[in-house]
């Protein structure tokens, strides 16, 4: 069974940091797209960032470009999202999720392409 768990989420002033977390298991790490995607109370769901199989090719959507970072470890199935300088803006639930299946170097932008998502974890930045 295919699992992708979250973690690192929490509550910070303004201005802090947070790294999320998120581990894949049951499935082959190798070729998937991951992505991080957040929804924030009363808003539909946003994808943030997007990291293909290599690492090579990124996203970030403009509301967080220059403050998060992606990354992703294949040994250890996991892709990271940093997040520094936050804002109350980015309060949400953040989610992991994966599309198995991607041809190299390209990423996939829409989020009814990814496959396996996970349970969320909550980021709370107060001002």
């Known amino acids: 069974q295919v699992q992708l768990v979250e973690s690192g989420g929490g509550s910070v002033q303004a201005g802090g940091s947070l790294r999320l977390s998120c581990a894949a298991s049951?499935?082959?790490?190798?070729?998937?797209?991951m992505g991080w995607f957040r929804q924030a109370p009363g808003k539909e769901r946003e994808k943030i960032a997007l990291i293909n199989w290599s690492g090579a090719n990124t996203y970030y959507a403009d509301s967080v470009k220059d403050r998060f970072i992606i990354s992703r470890d294949n040994a250890k199935n996991t892709v990271y999202l940093q997040m520094n300088s936050l804002k109350p803006e980015d309060t949400g639930v953040y989610y992991c999720?994966?599309?198995?299946?991607?041809?190299?170097?390209?990423?996939?932008?829409?989020?009814?392409?990814?496959?396996?998502w996970g349970q969320g974890t909550q980021v709370t930045v107060s001002s």
């Open positions: 999720a994966a599309a198995w299946k991607t041809p190299y170097g390209t990423l996939r932008f829409s989020s009814g392409q990814y496959d396996s």
């Open positions: 049951g499935r082959a790490f190798s070729g998937s797209t």
